[in-house]
């Protein structure tokens, strides 16, 4: 038994009380996005109706209330990372746009022909495009650690693979297909001892597990707010300040900048020197929000709980016959994958949809991953806080149905 009261978590997700083809809203997509609380709402609505200005260039009250308010968020997020300075968090619109910044930044300075880039089979499609990119443009390899049946990542192959042209590996904390939590820790380890820099998608990691960026001793760290409770569009890179520093500037344009003229640019320091534009400012307001509401529940409450609902599901599917479950890994968070014999997982989630309930169907932006598993793709249940077990039971039932419309 938890010692979170789930009843009463459930009362601060609004949506939850959504009707769904008549049915009560069952929603198992949380590794796509997680549902909002009211203090997120709230702290949206809030800023917009009292104190929408923009930031650091005003000197009036509203602009001044807003700017606080923003670097506020920093310094929740710095301590959430346990980064160990606020100027090395740097806001994005989420973790495709960090690793990219990455790519286009670091990747484009230090990299060169014949240089090696690691990444995995597990990856999201936003930690593999980025590099092809790069490696076009530069002439660089990309190599990919591969995975065991099971979802694992074989780190004997890794650490064979690690050489002096290794120059940068990047590789996902904890996949969004299959739930597998990668030991990114002794990823990073061996790639520092011959030199290569890392960045860690923590994308699902964010919202699982206890992150200490210090610890993990990890170059860059990316992951968005979306999927922890937080709004869309906005997203946190961390990276070590004597990397960032050494890096050139990313985009172009306000508040990026020091002193500008027709001649010549300087720019400004962390973190701003990554931060053109007017940023996402309610967002990043939000999003500490957010984070306090994960500290609140506790983040080891939280897994815990998780966990419980992982196993319970994983023993009801395994029930079912003709269901197999993609993704055995060792570790695994609350996301669970599966394939039923002689049906297509987009009729399973078209079926599931009919009965109010939310999965996701498809390749899960992992193209490569589910070719290598040689399926199209599958169905996937994936768990939040404000989940129980009585919602898993109604998607047991609700495969049993599938398999007597369909087979
Ligand atoms: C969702 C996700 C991403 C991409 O995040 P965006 O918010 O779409 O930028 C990258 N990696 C993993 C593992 C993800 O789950």
């Known amino acids: 038994m938890s010692i979170l009261d789930i009843n009463k978590i459930r009362k601060d997700f609004p949506i939850l009380d959504e009707k769904v083809n008549g049915r009560d809203l069952v929603y198992f997509d949380n590794a ?8 997120v709402l709230d702290a949206l609505a809030n800023y917009y109706g009292h104190y929408n200005a923009n930031i650091h260039r005003g000197i009036h009250f509203l602009a001044e209330k807003a700017t606080s308010a923003f670097e506020d968020s920093r310094t929740t997020i710095q301590k959430f990372l346990n980064a160990a300075h606020k100027e090395e968090i740097i806001f994005t619109y989420g973790t495709t746009d960090g690793i990219n910044l990455v790519a286009q930044t670091y990747g484009r300075k230090f990299l060169k022909e014949g240089d ?18 790069l490696c076009a443009e530069k002439g660089c390899v990309l190599r990919v650690i591969p995975i065991d049946d099971k979802g694992d990542l074989i780190l004997e192959e890794y650490e064979k693979m690690l050489s002096e042209k ?16 990668n030991d990114v820790k ?11 820099k890392v960045l860690i998608d923590g994308a699902q990691a964010s919202s699982h597990i206890t992150i200490d960026v210090q610890a993990l001793d990890a170059d860059f760290y990316a992951f968005s707010a979306h999927k922890l409770f937080g709004p869309t569009g906005m997203g946190v890179l961390y990276g070590k300040s004597d990397v960032l520093n050494a890096m050139p500037p990313y985009r172009g344009g306000g508040e990026m900048i020091k002193e500008v003229t027709f001649e010549k640019t300087t720019y400004n320091e962390l973190p701003y020197k990554f931060e053109a534009g007017t940023p996402n400012i309610a967002d990043v307001v939000a999003v500490k929000f957010a984070i306090d509401y994960i500290n609140d529940l506790g983040k080891e409450n939280i897994a815990a709980y998780e966990d419980e609902l992982l196993k319970y599901a994983t023993e009801q599917l395994s029930d079912i016959s003709g269901l197999s479950i993609v993704g055995q890994a060792k570790e695994k968070v609350s996301v669970v994958s599966f394939v039923l014999d002689g049906v297509h997982p987009q009729d399973v989630g078209v079926i599931l949809d009919q009965q109010g309930i939310a999965v996701r169907t498809g390749h899960h932006c992992t193209q490569p991953l589910m070719n290598r598993l040689g399926l199209p793709g599958t169905s996937r249940a994936s768990f939040a806080v404000y989940n129980t077990k009585q919602e898993i039971d109604k998607l047991i039932a609700g495969i049993h ?7």
Do not use: Y
């Open 32 to 39: 796509a996005t997680t549902q909002k609380p009211s203090i």
């Open 116 to 133: 090696e880039i690691i990444i995995s089979t597990l990856e999201h499609h936003s930690n593999i495009v980025p590099w092809q990119m």
């Open 166 to 181: 290794t120059k940068f590996v990047s590789v996902v904390h904890v996949s969004n297909a299959l739930g597998t939590i």
């Open 186 to 196: 002794f990823i990073i380890d061996k790639a520092h001892a011959v030199g290569a």
């Open 401 to 407: 149905k599938v398999k007597k419309m369909v087979l």
